[in-house]
């Protein structure tokens, strides 16, 4: 009798994952954050019930109202389940989820097309802010339990990053069911070399960090009730 050989079983992937990161801006020649994102284009994550999700990765550039204009075309061309943004908080020493984007612009130093507003806001009547809602205290959790140092941050700051998380979240409005966030990394080891005394965090466990957060975020859907706050 001729053996049959194996039905194989078709995988239907579920919505992508959007997760961007940032072009290299105030005088570095890399920027941690798309280097970190890149490695995990065309990754497939399992999320609730065992169904699969590719990442897309897409590089934004450090433009304010630019890079929203990107962000907001990858959405609508993408459909994503969730949205994760990474970028690059020099001097921090861990991944840091972020917990809230403020609806101000105030820029320390100008974008890299040289615009730098100062106390304007980032949707012209908008709310003061909005808060994520990704399941940081349970990839807070997640990412402490794989052995990568994490926090819950209070502050995305005002610049370009902050620019994009609120006008994410604004964006997000009108696209029920989809979730998303911000994740601020540190330097590289590189970078941090040519900065004496500021603490780095290798790629490659960035790179974990970000696939352990989006497992959890794909797989939480209510989020743990765990110590997260800050004193100051």
């Known amino acids: 009798m001729k053996a049959h050989a194996?039905?194989?079983?078709?995988?239907?992937?579920?919505?992508?994952?959007l997760l961007t990161g940032f072009a290299p801006f105030g005088g570095e020649s890399d920027n941690p954050s798309w280097d970190a994102v890149r490695r995990l284009d065309g990754a497939v994550i399992a999320?609730?019930?065992?169904?699969?999700?590719r990442v897309v990765a897409r590089c934004l550039p450090v433009a304010f109202g630019q890079c929203l204009s990107q962000l907001n075309e990858a959405i609508e061309s993408l459909q994503p389940a969730l949205v994760l943004c990474v970028g690059q908080a020099g001097g921090?020493?861990?991944?840091?989820?972020e917990r809230i984007a403020i609806n101000v612009d105030d820029a320390r130093i100008a974008d890299n097309r040289g615009a730098q507003p100062i106390d304007e806001p980032v949707?012209?009547?908008g709310p003061a802010a909005y808060f994520t809602d990704l399941p940081i205290k349970a990839m807070l959790a997640a990412l402490r339990a794989a052995?990568?140092?994490?926090e819950v941050s209070q502050t995305a700051g005002t610049y370009v990053c902050n620019h994009v998380f609120y006008g994410l979240m604004?964006?997000?409005r009108g696209h029920d069911g989809v979730r998303g966030g911000f994740i601020h990394i540190p330097y590289a080891p590189a970078q941090a070399a040519r900065h004496a005394g500021a603490p780095s965090l290798a790629i490659d466990t960035v790179v974990h960090g970000l696939r352990v957060a989006l497992e959890t975020a794909l797989t939480t859907?209510?989020?743990?009730?765990?110590?997260?706050g800050a004193e100051h």
């Not at 999320?47 to 999700?53: I, K, Q």
């Not at 921090?92 to 989820?97: A, E, F, G, V």
């Not at 859907?221 to 997260?228: F, M, T």
Request: no cysteine; net charge neutral.
């Open 6 to 17: 194996p039905v194989l079983q078709a995988t239907t992937l579920q919505a992508p994952i």
């Open 47 to 53: 999320g609730a019930d065992g169904r699969e999700h």
């Open 123 to 125: 949707v012209a009547d």
């Open 221 to 228: 859907q209510v989020d743990r009730r765990i110590a997260g």
């Open 92 to 97: 921090r020493s861990q991944l840091s989820l």
């Open 170 to 172: 604004h964006a997000l």
């Open 147 to 150: 052995g990568i140092p994490a």
